[in-house]
Each structure stands twice: as structure tokens, then as C-alpha cells.
């Protein structure tokens, strides 16, 4: 027999059916707590890829210019003085052959070990190498020693340099909240800017000395400060949880055995998108090494002048990156990184156009149109590059596809000397390759899937 409830026993029984079904005061304190929690270790992720990312190119830059200025006298001497100049740059160098070896060594330690392992380790290769650079004797002091240990350094900077940025980028991805993978995967770029601020500033005023103390012992300076940064960074990093993106795989005894080997093998569509974005890393060096020679020997413009217009160019593109980032998490990635690299493209020539007057106000407004649009592409590409790989090897496909793409960088300053033409107009090749590099990314990024919106467990089985 049925029994029809109604009145006051129907409305009881509905009433605590209701407090049955909600949520209890505990459960949502402890999914709010959870949620807190989660949140604080995405923002402690993205500071840490933040110190990591500018403690990399702090000492980049200040290998750059120590091996313009410094380098050659101090461990080359007895080959003179272009042979000096020339076997310090070609140390310079050797880092861009050692990143893809690093790359394979990390990301294989990140996706079998952790994320946060590997980038501690990346972290402390780095600094140790820089300070004990800065500690290195001169060539007169030990002789022949001295260069092979610089070489040696050097190439220990390129190993680190080639699994930091795909670590910092996979951890802070994976750790950060929906809808803002994006801004907060940005934030190692934004370290890489500051990074190369910090060390130009280091060694503009380390020039600032006596060339005699500057070559004996002021050009040690910058690079010793390399240790109280790198412990910053340090803390910070080891106060990061590992990532549950990592924890899953890793529960699931679904590591890869030879990483590399499974990106090769089934990953190699995304692999190759990857490479073709990253020569959009081309732009960086075309503008900041070869316009810097072309505008000092063509132009006759200071050295002085262009530098600091790169500097003020790279403060800019430091307020237009996050918002960048911010913007492909609202309409995707492709989009924004895509247009970047046509954008860039274009700008090129009214960029060298500007490089060939010499004239500082227009070189300074060529380097904000430059830094403007291209850092659209550092601020999509952080999230965008690590979305294009699940987790089993997410680090090892993004460190890989970089530095493969980041070595025809590392040449194109050389390739550019030489397919230039004579007199301010000879920028015209260079231009139309440096072009060419960005049209090749723009391509690639709009054959990817985009991803802004696709959950972090789907990516991660994909």
C-alpha cells in the first residue's frame, strides 16, 4: 500500500532531504582551504620559474658581454688580439651545442623523476658554473688551464640552460588554476627579461671602471652576485610541491623509459611544431647582437645609445608580456601567437630602417614596435609549447623542440654577416630572412591544436 505524504510531514521530509544533499560547513572549509592551498603553491610555481628563468639569463647576458669586452684578454691572450677576440666568442658559442644534450638530460630526469628535481639540480649547475667563472684565474696565472676550465664552464651553463625554461614552463602549467594557465606560465619569461636587464645593468656598471680594473678583477663582480641570486631562487624552488599532473603518471607506473625516444617516436608532429615556433627566438638575436654590429660599423651609432635603447625596449616588453599571456587565455593561443609572428615579420623592415638612420629616437621606437608585438609570442609560447605534450614526457618534448629550434638562433647573427649587402641599405637580406623565421613559426603554431581551453587531465592523456 502506498502512502501519499502531504502538509507539514511532505515539508519535513523535503527539509532534510535538502540538508542531506548540501554540502557540509567542513567539507566546503576544506574545499576552500584545498582550493587556498592550491592557489598559493601555483603563484609559489610561477616565482620559482620566475628566479629560475632569471638567474639563466642574468648569467647569459653577462657571458655575452664578458666575451666581447672581457674574455679574450683575460684567458686568449697569446693569440692576439682577433684570434683572442675570436676564440672568446667561439666559447660563447660552444653553450648552444651543449643545450640540446641538456635538454635530453633534464627533461629525462623530469618526466622519470620529477619536475621539481630536475629543475633544482638545472638551478644549481647554473649558478655554481657563473660563480666559479667569476673565481676562474687568468691565463697568466695558470696558463693553458685556464681556457679549457672556461670552455668547461661554459658548457656546463649550456647543459643547465637546456632543461630550465621546458621545466619551469611544465611545472608552473601544471600547477597553475584553470583559465590561467597562460599568465602564469608566462611568468618564466618574464624572468628571462629581467634576467637580461639585470645583467646588462651589471656590466654597464662594471665598464664603468678602469680598464685595467675592469680586466684584472671588476669583471668578476657581476658574476659572483650570481650566488646570493641563485639561493634566493633556490629557496624558493624547493618550497614547490611536486605537480599531481607528474604524481599521476608516476602512480600509474606510466613513466616513459627513454623519454626522448617516445617524443621521437609518437610525439614527432608536435615536436616539429615546437622547433618551428622557436625560431621566432631568431628575432632576439637578429635585433640584440647583429643590428648592434650593424649599427655601430654602418651608422656610426654608439654603442652607448643602441643599448640602452634595447634596454628601454626590454622594460616595455615587460608590462606587454603578461598582457599577452593574459590574452591567450581568453582567446587561445594560436591566435595570439600567430599574429605575433607575422606582426614580427612585418616590423623587421621598418625596424632596420629605423637601425640605418643611426638615430637614437628612432631606434629607440623601433626596439618598442619589436618588443611590442614579439613578446606576445614569450607570453603565449611558455603554456602553449608545454599544452602541445602530456605529462609522461611533457619536459622532455619542450626542452627538445626549443633548443633545436633556439641553435639556428644561437648562428644567426653569423649567417646574417654574411648574406648582408653593402653600405645602410644591407640590412634588406637580413631582414627577409629574419622574416622568413617568423613566417615559418607563424605556420607552425596554426597547424597545433589550440589548447587554452582543454582541461589539464585531458592534455596530460593526450
Known amino acids: 500500500m502506498n502512502t501519499q505524504l502531504s502538509g507539514p510531514d511532505e515539508e519535513l521530509v523535503s527539509s532534510n532531504a535538502a540538508v542531506a544533499s548540501a554540502p557540509s560547513a567542513g567539507s566546503v572549509a576544506r574545499t576552500s582551504a584545498a582550493n587556498g592551498a592550491g592557489n598559493r603553491m601555483a603563484k609559489r610555481a610561477a616565482m620559482s620559474a620566475f628566479l629560475g628563468s632569471l638567474v639563466e639569463y642574468y648569467d647569459f647576458v653577462l657571458f655575452a658581454t664578458a666575451a666581447a669586452l672581457v674574455f679574450g684578454p683575460v684567458f686568449f691572450a697569446p693569440l692576439g688580439t682577433v684570434g683572442a677576440l675570436l676564440a672568446s666568442l667561439g666559447t660563447f658559442g660552444v653553450a648552444y651545442i651543449a643545450r640540446p644534450i641538456g635538454a635530453v638530460l633534464f627533461g629525462t630526469f623530469g618526466d622519470k623523476l620529477g619536475r621539481k628535481r630536475a629543475l633544482v639540480w638545472s638551478l644549481n649547475l647554473m649558478g655554481i658554473a657563473t660563480v666559479l667563472i667569476g673565481l676562474l684565474p687568468s691565463y697568466q696565472t695558470i696558463g693553458v688551464a685556464a681556457p679549457i676550465l672556461l670552455v668547461a664552464l661554459r658548457l656546463a651553463q649550456g647543459l643547465s640552460a637546456g632543461g630550465e625554461q621546458a621545466g619551469s614552463n611544465s611545472l608552473t602549467m601544471e600547477h597553475a588554476p584553470a583559465g590561467k594557465r597562460g599568465l602564469y606560465a ?123 635603447a634595447s634596454t628601454l625596449g626590454a622594460v ?35 625596424f632596420f630602417m629605423a637601425v640605418s638612420t643611426g638615430n637614437f629616437v628612432l631606434v629607440l ?98
Open 316 to 350: 616595455f616588453s615587460l608590462v606587454t608580456l603578461p598582457l599577452w599571456a593574459w590574452l591567450s587565455d581568453r582567446i587561445g593561443r594560436r591566435p595570439v601567437f600567430a599574429g605575433s609572428a607575422i606582426l614580427t615579420a612585418i616590423v623587421w623592415f621598418p
Open 186 to 308: 608566462s611568468w618564466t619569461m618574464q624572468g628571462t627579461a629581467l634576467g637580461t636587464l639585470l645583467g646588462s645593468v651589471a656590466f654597464i656598471l662594471a665598464t664603468s671602471m678602469d680598464k685595467s680594473v675592469l680586466l684584472d678583477w671588476g669583471w668578476r663582480i657581476p658574476f659572483l652576485i650570481a650566488a646570493p641570486l641563485m639561493l634566493v631562487a633556490l629557496y624558493v624552488r624547493k618550497g614547490v610541491t611536486e605537480t599531481e599532473s607528474f604524481n599521476a603518471v608516476k602512480s600509474a607506473h606510466d613513466t616513459a623509459k627513454v623519454p626522448a625516444v617516445v617524443v621521437f617516436r609518437h610525439h614527432w608532429p608536435a615536436l616539429l611544431r615546437v622547433i618551428g615556433c622557436s625560431l621566432m627566438a631568431v628575432g632576439g638575436t637578429t635585433a640584440t647582437v647583429y643590428a648592434l654590429s650593424f649599427a655601430t660599423s654602418r651608422t656610426g651609432m654608439p654603442a652607448s645609445q643602441f643599448l640602452l
Open 365 to 462: 621606437l623601433a626596439f618598442i614596435a619589436f618588443m611590442g608585438v614579439g613578446s606576445a609570442a614569450n607570453g603565449a609560447g611558455a603554456s602553449f609549447f608545454t599544452e602541445m605534450f602530456p605529462a609522461r614526457v611533457r619536459y622532455t618534448g619542450v626542452a627538445i623542440g626549443t633548443q633545436l629550434g633556439f641553435m639556428l638562433a644561437g648562428f644567426a647573427p653569423a649567417i646574417e654577416t654574411a648574406i648582408q649587402g653593402e653600405g645602410t641599405s644591407g640590412w634588406l637580406p637580413v631582414a627577409v630572412f629574419a622574416a622568413v623565421c617568423g613566417l615559418v613559426a607563424a605556420i607552425a603554431a596554426l597547424s597545433a591544436k589550440e589548447t587554452h581551453n582543454v582541461a589539464v587531465k585531458d592534455l596530460d592523456a593526450s
